[in-house]
């Protein structure tokens, strides 16, 4: 089969240009040492347990940006609670945007994220629709460097473990009249994570959500913002009643073709071995996993094509045989089998394909640099 080539999205040239190494870029966030640490109990107790995004680290990467100076005061500081106005533009309008990347540490010791640019790429992207600031990617980069090589020993050991890094920014001026943000904070903090599932990969049963939307055509879609969260919510809820643990959302206008998870893009792999997602319509959210597997399918000479799927059809291909697996990908889960779809006109059921476990196998084995990482996606933190 012909080699198809991966043309590169945006987000995607942006994130293939070189920055400066971890050395090269540290200490642009001095450290500020928490003079209060977790004692060796409490930190004990979260590195033998570990959950998902609950248990914090020592410190976080902090900068402020005032309209007309820019970006200042950067700083790795104590861990804790923020000193917030109640008027703080945030809590009002909601003026905020986030990442999720994360910090794995291979077996000789060093700690390494994969593509740090992409995620700078688009927390810029994401900003700007919210008509916040945009930051210096080389400085999104080195508060995780900073960061992480402050709270090293908080990056577990371990196949499937790392330090769940969450860079956000929001506006916090005190103002509950409305405007662009003149204030605003940026942080990262990191949460020390087990495996998403414990017991290997296993599927979970989605919902197919009729009559709400996570966003539509214009909105805040493609930017990683977390009102989007907040509009998923209840449907979220309404589904989980139902036993279903995620919602699938429909396109805005006719409710026909597939879109995204709340917080995951999704695949399709079909019984002649293409693989297809839903295009880039400006409503979803552009993964990095996504863009990820795209890549590195279509360079091993697989068809994958982004376009519309529309739902019938999929259930119907589902039926006869024509779709064999379905999976949802993000950097926290990584991927995710979906094995039974339905809502109230259908409900049918799908197996952990063999090609689901071989991309999660691949995706993982480079993250934790068991695989070669052919494609230069690693970036060493420290
Ligand atoms: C973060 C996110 C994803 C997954 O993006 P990754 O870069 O792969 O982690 C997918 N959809 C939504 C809505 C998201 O917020």
Redesign the pocket.
């Known amino acids: 089969m012909a080699i198809q080539e991966h043309v590169p999205t945006q987000l995607e040239s942006l994130a293939a240009q070189p920055i400066g190494s971890g050395d090269e870029l540290a200490g642009r966030f001095p450290l500020t040492v928490n003079p209060n640490p977790a004692s060796q109990a409490e930190y004990d107790a979260v590195m033998n347990d570990l959950t998902f995004g609950c248990q914090f680290t020592d410190h976080m990467a902090h900068m402020r940006w005032i309209k007309g100076e820019g970006w200042t005061d950067r700083g790795v500081i104590p861990y804790g609670p923020l000193d917030l106005t109640p008027g703080a533009a945030v809590l009002h309008y909601s003026q905020s945007v986030f990442e ?1 990347i994360k910090a794995y540490r291979h077996d000789d010791g060093s700690i390494w994220t994969f593509r740090p640019t ?2 700078a790429a ?1 927390i810029n992207h994401s900003a700007r629709r919210l008509a916040l600031p945009e930051m210096d990617r080389e400085d999104f980069v080195a508060s995780l460097v900073d960061y992480v090589r402050a709270d090293s020993k908080w990056v577990p050991e371990g196949d499937g473990t790392s330090l769940y890094l969450r860079p956000f920014m929001f506006a916090s001026e005190a103002f509950v009249g409305v405007h662009a943000a003149q204030v605003v904070d940026y942080y990262v903090i990191g949460s020390p994570s087990g495996p998403y599932f414990k017991s290997g990969l296993t599927g979970v049963p989605i919902w197919v959500v009729k009559g709400y939307h ?1 966003a539509g055509p214009g909105g805040t ?1 493609a930017a ?1 913002a977390g009102g ?2 907040a509009a998923s919510l209840m449907p979220q809820e309404v589904a989980a009643e139902k036993g279903f643990s995620q919602v699938c959302f429909l396109d805005t206008y006719e409710e026909k073709y597939l879109e ?6 999704m695949f399709v792999v079909m019984a002649d071995g293409t693989i297809r997602t839903p295009e880039l319509s400006g409503v ?2 552009e ?4 863009s990820a597997i795209c890549r590195m399918l279509r360079e091993q000479g697989t068809e994958v094509r982004e376009e519309k799927i529309a739902l019938d059809e999929l259930v119907a291909g589902i039926r006869s045989g024509a779709v064999s697996e379905i999976f949802a ?4 889960a990584v991927i995710t089998p979906i094995t039974r779809l339905a809502n109230d006109d259908f409900d049918v059921e799908l197996p952990v394909g063999e090609k689901t476990k071989a991309i999660h196998a691949e995706l993982t084995g480079i993250q934790m640099g068991h695989h070669p990482d052919p494609y230069n996606w690693l970036y060493r933190l420290a």
């Open positions: 999720g992409f995620n688009r996570r879609g990683k989007n969260y995204e998870l709340g917080g995951m893009n979803i959210l993964g990095g996993t996504r990908c993000g950097t926290a």
